[in-house]
């Protein structure tokens, strides 16, 4: 079955730039889809399609994708930011969606 | 206001059934497919099911194909998930999660309801 694999934590200071890895066989391939999901809450979408971003979601949120790594990007992380974040594809192989494992962001 | 509300969870004994009901507003509903997806207590995400608008494509996780069964009443505006042959790891909250047809991802999300399987 097709993985998506995250790193489990990732710590960031206050205003500094923190960094989500989503790795896949060629997800690049793949329309890549980003949740924020703070304790508590239902997940929100964050960015779609890769890079793409909802309405009402900040600029300091962006996504990219190279061969088979995808990525989130927070830029000037505020302490609001700190959530789990999952990474998300519908793999057209299997007719299946895929959730990656998950991250904790933790705001220093 | 756009919204889901799912319904229906509850504690039911191993190899018990539940019926899980999810209530759409503020949006057609009939030019949406849906999904559920569930996270068991302190643990990720795992999508469950997806129904389209006709509900022409249905899809499962291997984990629950043939004991869950998703459908959906258009002119009800709602979306149902039944489970059957309930195991202990079927333990989760379960949410709905609206579609975007164009992208594929899950642009709106219920609050979910609880499910607990235990004897």
């Known amino acids: 079955s097709y993985v998506l694999t995250q790193p489990p934590s990732v710590s960031v200071a206050p205003g500094q730039t923190a960094r989500i890895t989503c790795g896949g066989n060629n997800i690049g391939g793949n329309g890549v889809h980003w949740y924020q999901q703070k304790p508590g809450q239902a997940p929100v979408l964050v960015v779609y399609?890769?890079?793409d971003r909802p309405s009402g979601i900040p600029e300091r949120f962006s996504g990219s994708t190279s061969g088979n790594t995808a990525t989130l990007t927070i830029s000037r992380v505020e302490a609001g930011d700190e959530a789990d974040y999952y990474c998300?594809?519908?793999?057209?192989?299997?007719?299946?969606?895929?959730f990656g494992t998950g991250t904790k962001v933790t705001v220093l | 206001e756009v919204q889901l509300v799912e319904s229906g969870g509850g504690l039911v004994k191993p190899g018990g059934s539940l019926r899980l009901s999810c209530a759409a507003s503020?949006?057609?509903?009939?030019?949406?497919?849906m999904n559920w997806v569930r996270q068991a207590p302190g643990k990720g995400l795992e999508w469950v099911s997806s129904i389209s608008t006709s509900s022409g494509y249905i899809y499962y996780a291997d984990s629950v194909k043939g004991r869950f069964t998703i459908s959906r009443d258009n002119a009800k505006n709602s979306l149902y998930l039944q489970m059957n042959s309930l195991r202990a790891e079927d333990t989760a909250l379960y949410y709905c999660a609206r579609d975007d047809p164009r992208t594929r991802a899950f642009d709106i999300w219920g609050q979910g309801t609880m499910v607990t399987v235990s004897s």
């Open positions: 399609d890769d890079s």
């Open positions: 503020g949006f057609t509903f009939s030019s949406y497919s």
């Open positions: 998300q594809v519908w793999n057209s192989s299997s007719d299946h969606y895929v």
